[in-house]
């Protein structure tokens, strides 16, 4: 299949003229019309006819012009339903685009459809949804990870090139690993925020997932940058992603954080990561044992920080506008918004939300602390394979837990680059994170390129 | 009022009077967009954008001249300017706040500990206006024009005497709003907002009373004075019949000089405020601290100052001159007595209310009344409030203040 390519492959051969931009659409739509069904990955998709006539219109000015491509829900498209995965916007037809979308649209690239997610971002595993889970393209009777599960489904079943996703406590990075695609969480304030609905204002990240390291540089490179419309957003200078990627990581010092590979580990997973550490190893880089000992309370203070920002967050929901009331928020989210609530009240905010701050500045030390001796640190993306469909979405701690080794990355606000290392016995994916410095997104990416270029893992791809 | 009183019942209480004034600032900008800040008599929702309707995704953008505008009105009033600080979420639900907060300042203000004319300001900070809510027979509209404009709250400490104190300090900050360009300051067109906090102890306790009246939607100095006046009468009226005012928030009727409740308060709102993670933390140098006050300009105390002292002017025309920056500025350009003249007798007239009470009546009032007379000449304040009533009800709806000093004249 054409979209089996990576972009910039994609991108040469239609300036060649070997291909047509309609051809890669019309093999999306194609893919979308024949699995969607299975998957359900889109909440709202685009008209083929508009796509097409899209595509054939379209003008190849840069390395993402012509490339089909999908938006988590939770992103803002002017004249397009936008719904974050809840039925309180199940109408809503926004004014505006967000900065990512225009920067991807002014590039050339042509957008399928608004994907699938948990509500708000409240969820591991797109089950918190009122669109229906999306299902795992490896065992649809499986979940595909979350919150962001429609835009890693739609890759991994070839439906698209790649996606804008959304990681806040690892978004993007949960879903990738469990439908073996890659992922890139970048430094918060790396890409601008502006119109993508929050869920937690302080964790909530905007980047790409595509299918390899090399596509995320690639997309990376044209969505990174300094916003005016969004305060948080960095005046950091974009480095060249791609012009370095080559690079090898020979003397890159990995850490292997021992509190990342104990307790709650699935041992298969376990084994996959051990195996992607010796694959480093051979690539000239040394892997060394350390340890993050604030890890420990990174559950309880995720979980008291961003319910926090989510409570105020979804406040405008309040049945003035957008059409639906309160009573459309789903259970886990309104648990969240009065956990939230609860944290920040009088009396209770000195004891929860001001003592996670606290933690909160701990665990960004610790993790400084650990790269003043690393360049790098790499970890499981998710302590299991894929969950059977309703095991998390019943069980809300078991939900919590399940993102347990990808939450800190946010709440620390370094980037994490996730990458498929392997598959269980029963053929399903299993995904890996480099966690680097603040800033540090071109050298995972060099990590990461260098890996895929060794490994076949994230050509693989579902039977369907 | 003030009926079957025993005198002798007469103590004295000591009022307690502290301000809340929001200053809308004259930016070209709103607060956190770029929608123009200026609302007075457009169009309905014609001045808005994503962000000041806190659609889904809009971020907020701090406007850095309205930062540096709150700054130096604080420097101005001699307040310590907090070199790091930040913004905060006010967390509430009304229909005129389109994202459930409102962006504030909450335990880090911009400025803090100043002073004006003797009284302390607690601090000044700066936030965002709300819509406007207008409330028409079957339906309520929101016009958000206002939504996002730049607000500077002035919060004093209780530390007013009575209504004629906080007169003069009301009319001296908008005279230092005014000299520093920052805004209008026009109280009609609610770009001066006046909240005063009002409740009555006696003066021996040194506590605060258990219970605040807010006095707010008062929408010129005359009437402040006025509600203050009233409301000093009718708590003291409660306390000697041995109630206690209830802790609310009461408006200003003009058309009986009443003030009249609002809304009691239930128990304390919360908030739940909580740094807003949508904007950094903002850090000032000293360096930065002091280029702004070296950019204040004269003062209205100062000014008036010069015109008495270096220009020989009256201090009646120093205060016309001094309150008007484009007349001071005229002034400079030839300072001479005639130039205050020729500028003093070419501004518009204004309408002038009635400036006195009907002499005879309050006379008949005080002879009718030797006790309160006898105790007020002794300085029980009570005494006045209760000639005060009784000239009121002998002349109806009349200033209290002027009331108040026509008796001290006649006394």
């Known amino acids: 299949m054409l979209v089996d390519d990576t972009i910039s492959n994609l991108s040469t051969r239609l300036k060649k003229k070997e291909i047509s931009a309609v051809d890669i659409a019309t093999e999306c739509l194609e893919q979308i019309e024949k699995l969607n069904p299975k998957i359900n990955a889109f909440i709202t998709q685009v008209n083929p006819k508009t796509v097409l006539n899209h595509a054939k219109k379209i003008k190849l000015t840069t390395s993402l012009s012509g490339i089909p491509y999908v938006l988590k829900d939770a992103y803002i498209t002017k004249d397009l339903r936008t719904t974050a995965g809840s039925n309180v916007l199940s109408n809503y037809i926004p004014q505006y685009d967000a900065t990512v979308v225009s920067k991807v649209n002014s590039a050339g690239s042509i957008l399928l459809g608004k994907m699938n997610m948990d509500a708000w971002g409240h969820g591991g595993s797109t089950e918190n949804t009122d669109f229906s889970p999306t299902r795992n393209p490896w065992d649809i009777t499986r979940v595909a990870g979350g919150s962001g599960g429609g835009p890693a489904a739609a890759i991994a079943s070839r439906m698209c090139s790649f996606a804008i996703g959304e990681d806040s406590g690892g978004s993007i990075r949960n879903p990738a690993g469990w439908c073996g695609i890659t992922g890139l969480k970048v430094t918060y304030g790396r890409v601008s925020r502006y119109g993508s609905i929050a869920y937690a204002s302080s964790f909530d990240t905007v980047g790409p997932t595509a299918k390899t390291a090399e596509d995320c540089a690639l997309i990376l490179q044209y969505i990174a940058g300094l916003d005016p419309y969004d305060a948080t957003s960095s005046p950091l200078p974009v480095g060249n992603y791609l012009s370095h990627l080559r690079e090898d990581i020979k003397g890159k010092i990995i850490g292997l954080p021992k509190e990342f590979m104990g307790k709650g580990l699935d041992s298969e997973v376990k084994q996959l990561v051990l195996q992607a550490a010796k694959k480093f190893i051979d690539l000239g880089a040394k892997v060394e044992e350390v340890s993050l000992p604030t890890l420990e309370y990174g559950i309880s203070v995720y979980y008291l920080l961003a319910p926090s920002e989510t409570s105020s967050n979804l406040a405008r929901y309040d049945g003035i506008r957008y059409g639906n009331g309160r009573d459309k928020f789903t259970p886990e989210t309104m648990r969240r918004i009065m956990i939230g609530t609860y944290a920040l009240s009088a009396g209770y905010y000195d004891a929860y939300y001001k003592k996670a701050q606290q933690a909160r500045t701990l665990i960004v030390k610790d993790f400084e602390k650990v790269f003043n001796r690393c360049d790098m640190i790499l970890s499981p993306v998710s302590p299991t394979p894929p969950t059977k469909l309703g095991e998390l979405i019943n069980d809300p701690v078991k939900n919590m837990l399940a993102d347990i080794y990808t939450l800190t990355t946010n709440t620390a606000g370094i980037p994490a680059l996730a990458l498929p290392c392997g598959f269980t016995k029963t053929g399903l994916p299993v995904g890996m994170q480099l966690q680097g410095p603040m800033f540090s997104e071109k050298l995972l990416l060099q990590a990461g390129y260098a890996y895929q270029q060794t490994t076949s893992w994230h050509v693989q791809k579902p039977q369907l | ?411």
């Open chain 2, 1 to 411: 009022m003030f009926k079957n009183r025993n005198f002798k019942e007469i103590v004295s209480w000591q009022t307690v009077l502290g301000f809340e004034v929001h200053i809308e600032l004259e930016t070209s900008s709103k607060m956190f967009c770029c929608c123009p800040a200026d609302h007075f008599g457009k169009a309905p929702n014609t001045q808005v954008c994503p962000v000041c309707l806190g659609l889904p995704g809009t971020l907020p953008v701090p406007n850095a001249r309205a930062i540096e505008w709150c700054i130096k009105l604080g420097l101005a009033l001699g307040c310590q300017v907090n070199l790091f600080s930040k913004f905060d979420r006010k967390n509430y639900f009304y229909p005129d706040l389109p994202k459930g907060y409102q962006i504030t300042q909450y335990n880090i203000p911009f400025c803090h500990d100043g002073e004006l004319l003797g009284h302390k300001i607690t601090r000044v900070h700066l936030e965002e206006d709300t819509a406007k809510l207008q409330h028409q027979e079957n339906m309520t509209l929101i016009d958000f024009n206002r939504s996002g404009v730049p607000l500077v709250e002035v919060v004093t400490e209780a530390d007013f005497k009575d209504s004629d104190d906080s007169d003069v300090f009301l009319k001296e900050l908008q005279q230092i709003i005014r000299a520093l360009g920052i805004s209008s300051a026009d109280m009609e067109k609610g770009s001066m907002r006046l909240e005063a906090n009002i409740s009555i102890k006696r003066p021996e306790h040194p506590d605060l009373p258990d219970y605040k009246v807010e006095v707010k939607n008062v929408n010129s100095f005359k009437f402040i004075k006025k509600a203050i006046d009233y409301e000093v009468t009718r708590q003291i009226q409660l306390l000697e019949s041995g109630q206690i005012p209830v802790q609310e928030t009461r408006g200003f009727k003009e058309s009986t000089g009443e003030t009249v409740s609002q809304r009691a308060k239930e128990e304390a709102n919360d908030y739940r405020y909580f740094p807003e993670p949508d904007i950094p933390p903002l850090q000032f140098t000293e360096a930065q601290i002091e280029s702004w006050r070296s950019e204040l300009p004269v003062l209205p105390a100062r000014v008036r100052e010069e015109l008495v002292n270096r220009y020989q002017l009256s201090s009646q025309y120093a205060v016309i001159i001094s309150s008007d920056p484009d007349m001071y500025a005229k002034f400079l350009k030839n300072p001479s007595k005639a130039t205050a003249n020729a500028l003093v007798n070419k501004r518009p007239l204004q309408t002038t209310q009635s400036a006195e009470v009907d002499r005879e009546v309050v006379s008949k009032v005080l002879i009718a009344n030797p006790k309160a007379v006898a105790d007020l000449k002794s300085g029980k304040q009570q005494a006045l409030f209760f000639l005060i009533g009784q000239i009121k009800k002998e002349l109806g709806d009349v200033d209290v203040a002027l009331v108040k000093r026509t008796v001290e004249e006649l006394i």
